[in-house]
């Protein structure tokens, strides 16, 4: 089945600042879009969605049509509507796949479904970053070189306040010495999740190619059985029963939730 993706963009540092504008003149989301289309071809269809769309662009009915959501976020976290990181969070849960980028690991979303702050040491001075595969033989590795070199980028550093993650596929390594888990797996209910760092509004790495195929890569992956939509829910069983659940509405409802 083809993928059907959704590129989410903050797109405020594109607005405000020509410096921003000027390596991404069409904003950041477009150059995903352009990167995964050309990556994946027939095999998916992108679309985008930006902060300033009605409802962020994240409608229940485009939700619904959505197997893999990107999220890049910084400067605007605090304008996503709680309703609509509710209505993310459910269909992340219910098998839509997530890709988290950069500074998006600040994003209501993405601290919501780990549990933690997700805060991290920084530093924007153009530092050199290196991008170690640390697990080859992963799909969302395929077809990357070891390391990935990206001349001039933000540096991200430890200690990463998330939960250890239910994969590690990347390692970075900046020209300050500091080291940063930078591309990593997790699963929240029926959804699969993958954060990866790279990606400063300053710096033009989203038109680096290997960093695209990534991203590509990661959309492949985090797709599940595209079109299938299931949150996962308490059922009651009958004893032999293996395969009939029943509803079931909590501990003081047993026989009424029972059917």
């Known amino acids: 089945m083809t993928i059907r993706v959704l590129v989410w963009g903050e797109n405020r540092h594109e607005q405000a600042e020509p410096e921003v504008a000027k390596i991404y003149p069409d904003g950041m989301h477009n150059a ?14 992108v679309r985008t969605a930006t902060l300033d769309d009605p409802e962020h662009g994240l409608t229940e009915e ?50 919501k479904l780990m549990g933690t702050t997700c805060t991290l040491r920084w530093r924007s001075e153009n530092d050199r970053e290196l991008i ?32 250890t993650p239910d994969e590690l596929i990347f390692i970075s390594s900046f020209s300050g010495g500091e080291v940063f888990r930078s591309g990593c797996t997790f699963r929240r209910g029926n959804g699969k999740i993958f954060y990866f760092s790279p990606g400063d509004q300053d710096y033009p790495v989203y038109h680096h190619p290997d960093v695209l195929q990534v991203i590509a890569n990661g959309v492949e992956w985090a797709a599940g059985d595209p079109g ?32």
Not at 245 to 257: F, I, L, P, Q, S
């Open 132 to 163: 170690w595969t640390v697990a080859p033989s992963h799909p969302i590795a395929r077809g990357v070189p070891h390391p990935i070199e990206i001349p001039a980028q933000e540096m991200y550093g430890e200690q990463f306040d998330i939960p």
């Open 228 to 259: 299938r939509r299931e949150l996962p829910t308490l059922l009651r069983y009958e004893v032999g029963d293996f395969f009939n659940g029943h509803g079931y509405r909590g501990a003081m409802h047993n026989k009424e939730g029972a059917q």
């Open 62 to 111: 485009v939700l619904a049509e959505t197997d893999v959501l990107t999220w890049w976020g910084h400067a605007a976290h605090g304008e996503v509507a709680d309703e609509v990181v509710e209505r993310v969070h459910r269909h992340v849960l219910s098998g839509m796949g997530l890709l988290v980028l950069h500074s998006g690991h600040w994003s209501k979303i993405f601290t």
């Open 32 to 45: 995903i879009r352009r990167g995964v289309e050309a990556r994946l071809g027939e095999r998916a269809t």
